[in-house]
């Protein structure tokens, strides 16, 4: 399985954006990618997904405002944050579908 490492977190105001990356540190393809979110004291939840044929998805809460893509090689998976809020706060992942490794993680916080 390919290992991954996230990147792109930090601080942000609300409203505010921020980009997150998601490289392959060992050889292979991000075919289909998921980005998930672990909030403080809460289970990690899959925010965005993107299949093989581009097809992407989003959890409720950030419909609208996050965008997942990879680039053409598919060595890298983005997640572009706009308008985000407070609730986005967390440790977000990246993991190959349905069941590859996870990442470090990447810290997001966001104020009010």
């Known amino acids: 399985q390919v290992q991954l490492v996230e990147s792109g977190g930090g601080l942000v105001q609300a409203g505010g954006s921020l980009r997150l990356s998601c490289t392959a540190s060992t050889p292979g393809s991000l075919v289909h990618m998921g980005w998930y979110r672990q909030a403080p004291g809460k289970s990690r939840e899959l925010v965005a997904a993107?299949?093989?044929?581009?097809?992407?998805r989003y959890s409720d809460s950030v419909k609208d405002r996050f965008t997942i893509s990879r680039d053409k090689l598919m060595k890298t998976a983005y997640l572009q944050m706009n308008s985000v809020n407070p609730e986005d706060t967390g440790v977000y992942y990246c993991?190959?579908?349905?069941?590859?490794?996870w990442g470090q993680g990447t810290q997001v916080t966001v104020s009010s």
């Open positions: 993991r190959q579908l349905p069941e590859g490794n």
């Open positions: 993107i299949a093989g044929g581009g097809v992407t």
